[in-house]
């Protein structure tokens, strides 16, 4: 089965400062996508970036950008710039691809980020 | 384009009662997923509907099911209400289900059990 792991509850950040996000995953399949997704307080979920795993190369996606780590399986998101939008839980996620595709999340790392 | 929408926004029952909650995807998804948000539980797979047909769940009982209809909207019902099953619903839709498809999510209902 597969397992996704945040190790961070919660986190904060001064406006304008980067921060990094931690995720680790457990996986026996080779190829696959990740993501990270956001839930503002407002509750509607949004993709903020998404990785696929054969690509070498760091996904980015304006000031949001990962370092995927293939071998250890970790895939860390980086928010460079941080706004006060930014305040929200994040979601890495895991698809299941024999099933669906369904999402198999972390536990969510809640990110206020002060003024 | 419309997003996906959920409806009601908060739903309040009692133990034991049914709670019918509804999806409709964006247009052009025929995949539509249920997740449930409990409180120190995180977010978890319920159901996955594909073109019509039940096509995967979660670890849940059977007193969670759905139906999704010839217009790929989508409804969870919750038989036997248990004050656990007080959460957030999300539903989620994709174009079609391969991994690479961002799965949208709608605003959620908040169901609570008393």
């Known amino acids: 089965a597969q397992t996704v792991t945040q190790s961070q509850p919660e986190m904060s950040v001064q406006e304008a400062e980067t921060v990094t996000l931690s995720c680790t995953y457990d996986t026996s399949e080779s190829n696959y996508y990740l993501f990270w997704y956001k839930q503002p307080p407002s509750r509607q979920m949004i993709l903020v970036i998404r990785q696929e795993a054969y690509k070498q190369q760091n996904a980015t996606e304006n000031r949001f950008s990962v370092n995927f780590q293939k071998a250890a399986k970790s895939f860390s998101l980086k928010i460079s710039d941080s706004q006060l939008g930014d305040t929200a839980m994040y979601f890495c996620?895991?698809?299941?691809?024999?099933?669906?595709?369904?999402?198999?999340f972390g536990g969510g790392t809640r990110l206020m980020v002060k003024p | 384009e419309a997003g996906v929408t959920q409806s009601p926004t908060h739903l309040i029952k009692t133990r034991g009662q049914q709670a019918t909650l509804r999806c409709s995807p964006i247009s052009g998804h025929t995949s539509v997923y249920w997740y449930q948000q409990a409180l120190g539980l995180g977010l978890q797979f319920l159901l996955w509907?594909?073109?019509?047909?039940?096509?995967n769940r979660g670890n849940f009982p059977p007193r969670f099911s759905g139906r999704q209809f010839p217009n790929y909207s989508s409804e969870l019902n919750v038989n036997a209400l248990e004050l656990e099953d007080s959460a957030l619903y999300l539903c989620a839709s994709s174009r079609v289900w391969t991994s690479y498809n961002e799965q949208f999510f709608g605003p959620g209902t908040r169901l609570t059990v008393l």
């Open positions: 996620a895991f698809p299941n691809n024999n099933a669906g595709n369904m999402l198999t």
């Open positions: 509907y594909d073109e019509g047909e039940e096509r």
